[in-house]
């Protein structure tokens, strides 16, 4: 059974940084694309990042660029997104995917 566990989210300030993981299993996770996605309240989900089965290629929205980051550690089965200068629309519950599967998410709450 796929299990994708995201973790790290919390309440931050405008300006400030969060570090997210996801735990993957139950399918062999280097040789999975992956992505990240979020979900703003009362708004449909967002393609966030993507990142290849090695780490080498890595795609960002629009919205994001310049200021998150996604990384993975094929050893420990684990999926980042280094969220850095964020801003109060930045604020959602952020998923990481695999294929067409999304786990449990983290919430990201940006406010002062």
């Known amino acids: 059974e796929v299990q994708l566990q995201a973790s790290g989210g919390g309440l931050v300030q405008p300006g400030g940084s969060l570090r997210l993981s996801c735990a993957a299993s139950?399918?062999?996770?280097?040789?999975?694309?992956m992505n990240w996605v979020r979900q703003a309240p009362g708004k449909e989900i967002e393609w966030v990042s993507s990142i290849n089965n090695d780490g080498s290629i890595t795609n960002y929205a629009d919205s994001v660029k310049g200021r998150f980051t996604i990384s993975r550690d094929n050893a420990k089965n684990t999926l980042y997104l280094q969220t850095n200068s964020l801003k109060p629309e930045d604020t959602a519950v952020y998923y990481c995917t695999h294929a067409s599967i999304r786990g449990q998410g983290t919430l990201v709450t940006v406010s002062s």
């Open positions: 139950g399918f062999t996770f280097s040789n999975a694309f």
